[in-house]
């Protein structure tokens, strides 16, 4: 009888041992997948897309400094015609489809956040962004009074936070595949 007993608690501690183990791997792999479609639907492609667009942007920053170096944006001299039409060139077929692909990463992705909130720095994105189709709309009718958005672009806090996510996931995604941290 005694023997009888233990082969069924035997038995009953193996099969929660089993079932927890199961339910610690099925948790483990839902995190995980979770983690690859916030890198592969959100934070990799914000990334990358930022990177791109700050990369460019300090491209047309260098090709168009002035004599003295600075910008014509940044100057006490207006910007010339000619200057403003390669602006708003670089505008229409660089920077603004570049912004637009952020903002609709963010309203299309919005469930990938890590955070439980929207974080402030994306809202400013997607109104930076409203605010230069309100003035390329404005470019097309002919009217070119105004070169920039009402909503400064948040450039270096956008990269911040998209390079912090994209790092700190993917040291997520190393721990859950068992990978050893790496010394960068």
């Not at 962004?129 to 070119?144: C, D, K, L, M, N």
């Not at 700190?168 to 595949?177: E, F, H, P, V």
Request: hydrophobic share 40%; charged share 20%; with cysteine.
């Amino acid at each position: 009888m005694i023997a009888l007993v233990v082969t069924i608690a035997l038995a009953l501690v193996g099969y929660v041992a089993t079932y927890l183990n199961g339910l610690r791997l099925a948790q483990r792999g839902e995190r995980l997948a979770r983690i690859n479609r916030q890198l592969s639907d959100f934070y990799g492609p914000l990334f990358a897309i930022t990177e791109a667009n700050s990369r460019s942007f300090e491209a047309f920053a260098q090709h168009h400094l002035r004599p003295d170096g600075r910008s014509p944006f940044d100057h006490e001299e207006p910007p010339t015609d000619e200057e403003l039409a390669e602006w708003r060139l670089w505008v229409t077929t660089v920077f603004l489809p570049n912004i637009r692909t952020m903002r609709d990463l963010v309203v299309t992705h919005a469930d990938l956040l890590r955070e439980p909130h929207m974080p402030p720095i994306l809202l400013q994105l997607c109104a930076h962004v409203s605010g230069y189709e309100i003035t390329v709309a404005r470019w097309a009718q002919g009217q070119f009074d105004q070169h920039l958005s009402v909503v400064p672009f948040p450039s270096q806090e956008l990269s911040d936070y998209a390079r912090g996510g994209f790092t700190a996931l993917k040291a997520a995604q190393g721990r859950l595949l068992g990978r050893p941290r790496s010394a960068d």
